[in-house]
């Protein structure tokens, strides 16, 4: 990657869709579609303070700001916004999102989808998860089959893109270096995910993990929550189920899925018919045994 020149995020450029002009990285509560943040929203500057907002966290469009507004992992938050300037040439002409990507979705959900985190050049450019990347078209064209989306391809925020009954969120919520977070970053950005699941369990019946990152950040929380599950505790792979009991409530089915990479996607390990699978499961029966 070049050096950019001085100021370089700073030019205007117009959104792909709308043909608004933004500079990056995006400054919030400027017209970006579908940016949930505000220039008062709270910003999380380190580890406890993702604690303290995300806990503090009213409602599901609250916790979408505020996480579109993190500042708390110093590596992410500089590489991030680097990507954000500097740009990949294919999208020179585009803005960067270049800030945390927050939660997609139904708010009334009852199925989470867990990736890993934003693509450099994907959701950190768009602004939306798995959107604007190979996976991305992996991942919405199986929703889109299911009966999920609304569409099968994620091109950019402010495509009409809509999800019924489903949501998606990330283990982490920043475009990592090499698609590589640290456990500390994962740590960081738990509290994100724990609040997330909390305001969903009522209505939540289904847990689609893509990747063992995914289903490794997914248990971690649900075990700070104080959930049930199996013991030993349960493996990923592609396929794999298991039942997860929130206190007080029904089970929740988790489902296991090679990751919408194109690491996966181009050398056969997954295949549209193996992700129409898995998307399948999540409606199945789960026993009330967790
Ligand atoms: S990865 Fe999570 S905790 Fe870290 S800066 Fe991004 S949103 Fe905040």
């Known amino acids: 990657m070049t050096v950019p020149p001085p100021n370089a995020g700073a030019t205007p450029l117009p959104h792909p869709v709308t043909g608004q002009s933004f500079v990056s990285p995006v400054p919030p509560g400027t017209g970006w579609p579908g940016d949930p943040s505000a220039p008062d929203t709270p910003v999380a500057t380190d ?3 993702v604690v303290d907002l995300a806990a ?6 609250d916790l979408q700001a505020r996480v579109g507004m993190c500042r ?3 590596r992410l938050l500089a590489w991030r916004e680097q990507v954000a300037v500097h740009k990949r040439a294919a999208y020179a002409d585009e803005p960067y999102w270049g800030r945390p990507v927050p939660p997609f979705g139904d708010p009334a959900a009852r199925v989470l989808v867990v990736g890993l985190a934003p693509a450099a050049h994907g959701g950190n450019r768009t602004g939306r998860m798995f959107t604007g990347d190979r996976s991305g078209d992996w991942l ?3 929703l889109h089959r299911a009966g999920y989306a609304n569409q099968p391809d994620s091109r950019a ?8 009954g489903a949501r998606i969120v990330a283990a982490a919520r920043c475009a990592p270096p090499r698609n590589v977070l640290t456990a500390q970053e994962r740590a960081t950005c738990a509290p994100w995910l724990r609040r997330e699941l909390e305001l969903l369990t009522p209505g939540l019946t289904a847990i689609l993990a893509l990747g063992g990152v995914g289903w490794d950040a997914l248990l971690r929380v649900t075990d700070d929550l104080g959930w049930q599950r199996p013991k030993p505790r349960p493996r990923f792979g592609h396929g794999a189920v298991a039942a ?11 489902v296991g899925s090679y990751h919408v990479s194109q690491q996966n996607t181009f ?8 992700l129409d699978e ?13």
């Open 56 to 61: 503090d966290c009213a409602d599901l469009e």
């Open 72 to 74: 708390a992992c110093p």
């Open 278 to 290: 898995v998307c399948s499961a999540l409606e199945g029966q789960i026993s009330s045994e967790a």
């Open 267 to 274: 050398t056969g390990r997954l295949t549209a018919s193996m």
């Open 47 to 49: 580890t406890q303070s």
């Open 140 to 142: 919405y064209a199986a």
């Open 157 to 164: 925020a402010g495509d009409g893109l809509a999800l019924a």
């Open 244 to 254: 997860l009991r929130p206190p007080g409530r029904a089970p929740v089915r988790l």
